[in-house]
């Protein structure tokens, strides 16, 4: 029989979910846990590495015994994950040599403020399409070379690897025979020149990076290895489909042509266009970056990235206690009929577009005696929708395209309130999908096309199938009010 399933994960910042998918991108089973965040420092947020390798061959095993999928019926594994968090490992114990930095930490942001002042940035920005912000992954690679004792001497003798976390999971699961990354994660970690698709010389000098620690950059669709781990079904299952997760969704969202949109909400949140073949130049605010390598073929994408979306109400949640469940949350917002001048800047980490202050902190702004805990859930809400408006706006005015509907994705998009209240804010359409995964759909469909389970692009088109819809009902006055008080709010926590 032929193989006609695919495993995938997504590992993601706040957890690792496993799926099994057959031929008709019907999901048959799911599992998922949570990892351990880390807050060592103010504005520093580190992952356990080997805790997530862990969780994540619980829920590879867990997902493939609820399927009830025979381990040979399995075609591939296919891997998404969360972008520019970085480890640096031995490759002779196997063990990280310090906590993977998440893309969340702000510890390099002097580091950066130095390089600035070097006046390195417009080179940087030139080659790798990103800025000189802590965000990517360099600066935390170089904190770590600096930081932990003997490592940089290691590092120089060859002993020591580094990765974003699809290498090191690669790396594990095939048991150390494969050390590699695809273009899409490369293209984050500020050591990748989108030009000419190779790790670059002198970026690896100006982060004081040897070469040797570096992983092969691979297309989407290669096959890169083969697990060999016992802990799964002793089976070499090939491993393909390695994507970063905002370009897993892109794909997943279908948006194969220049000028489409789509929006990942989670932790935070990712605003891409598809740009084509071509780099386009862009002004601050907005990075490029790769969309995907498909047989060694590069599309690019124009990106917005907002730091805490999700993640807002998620702090609301845990750290204030405010209410238990999303659903809770849901009826809280629904018993207030407006913000009341309330807003939430979630500057925890800084902010991202259009702004990159990454010293801002978040604030809660217009309370007054009768703000109720009402208030500030729904504030943590509305602060998504405002960030995505910020980015979708700006990508308009930079390239000169006016977005006509936004697709979107990720768990936040179950929520009706925000999704209406987004396309009041954007005044345009707003279109949910009915998968909500579509990060991992992305590289299930990469991986899927390496080993034939489907044949070309359009084959994956026929699989689309289209969630809610929300069309813009505010009128202009209130829009306006309810914006020009989040901008107002937001002058209040910024630094530059
Ligand atoms: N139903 C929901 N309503 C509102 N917010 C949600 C909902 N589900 C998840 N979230 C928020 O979205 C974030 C998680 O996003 P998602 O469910 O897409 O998982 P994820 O892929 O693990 O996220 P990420 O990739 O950003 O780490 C959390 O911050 C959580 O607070
Ligand atoms: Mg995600």
């Known amino acids: 029989m032929e193989k006609g399933y695919i495993l995938a994960l997504d590992q993601s910042t706040s957890g690792s979910k496993a799926m099994v998918v057959d031929k008709n991108g019907n999901i048959l089973s799911k599992s998922s846990m949570e990892h351990k965040q880390y807050y060592p420092n103010p504005g520093w947020v580190e992952h356990d590495p080997m805790e997530i390798y862990e969780n994540v061959k619980k829920v590879l095993k867990e997902a493939m015994l609820i399927s009830k999928v025979k381990a040979d019926d399995m075609a591939a594994l296919a891997i998404t994950n969360q972008r520019e968090t970085i480890l640096v490992w ?3 114990t196997g063990l990280p040599i310090y906590n993977a930095i998440v893309w969340q930490c702000r510890r390099t942001s002097e580091m950066c403020s130095q390089l600035k002042k070097q006046g390195v940035e417009e080179k940087v920005r030139q080659k790798t399409g990103l800025l000189l912000d802590p965000y990517f992954s360099a600066t935390k690679v ?6 932990v004792e003997g490592a940089r001497a290691k590092a120089e003798k060859g002993q020591l690897l580094l990765g974003t976390i699809d290498s090191w999971l690669v790396w594990k699961l095939t048991h150390g025979k494969a050390h590699v990354t695809d273009y899409t994660n490369a293209s984050r970690t500020l050591l990748f020149n989108i030009r000419t698709l190779q790790w670059d010389s002198e970026l690896l000098e100006i982060f004081g990076i040897p070469r040797c620690m570096l992983p092969e950059i691979k297309s989407s669709n290669d096959m890169v290895g ?7 079904p002793d089976i070499e299952l090939p491993i393909s489909g390695i994507i970063g997760d905002s370009q897993g969704a892109l794909f997943g969202q279908n948006c194969f042509n220049p000028g489409m949109v789509k929006a990942t909400y ?4 990712s605003i891409m266009m598809h740009i084509g073949e071509q780099i386009k130049e862009t002004g601050s605010g907005l990075v490029t970056s790769v969309a995907w390598g498909i047989s060694g073929r590069v599309e690019y994408v124009l990106e917005g990235i907002v730091h805490c979306t999700g993640d807002a109400l998620k702090w609301v949640k845990d750290n204030l206690m405010l209410f238990n469940s999303f659903e809770e949350a849901r009826a809280m917002v629904n018993s207030l009929d407006s913000n ?4 939430m800047v ?27 805990k009402e208030h500030l859930v729904r504030a943590a809400i509305e602060s998504t929708a405002y960030q995505i408006k910020d980015a979708v706006d700006k990508m308009e005015l930079e390239s000169g395209i006016k977005t006509k509907e936004l697709r979107v994705d990720g768990g936040p998009t179950k929520d009706e309130f925000l999704m209406q209240f987004q396309a009041d804010m954007l005044n345009h359409k707003v279109v949910s999908t009915e998968i909500a995964e579509l990060s991992s759909m992305g590289s299930v469909y990469l991986a899927g096309l390496a080993v034939g389970l489907w044949k070309s692009k359009e084959e994956i088109l026929q699989l689309r199938s289209e969630g809610q819809s929300y069309t813009p009902v505010m009128d202009k006055t209130t829009r306006d009010r309810y914006y020009e008080g989040w901008k107002a709010s937001v002058s209040r926590v910024l630094t530059i």
Do not use: Q
């Open 90 to 92: 031995d490759k002779n």
């Open 142 to 147: 170089k904190w770590i070379l600096d930081h």
């Open 226 to 232: 083969y697990t060999d781990t016992e802990e799964l």
């Open 266 to 269: 989670g932790t935070g949140s």
């Open 340 to 343: 009341e001048g309330v807003y």
């Open 346 to 372: 979630p500057a925890f980490v800084g902010l991202g577009i259009p702004h990159w202050d990454s010293d801002a902190r978040a604030a809660v702004v217009g309370m007054s005696r009768g703000t109720r």
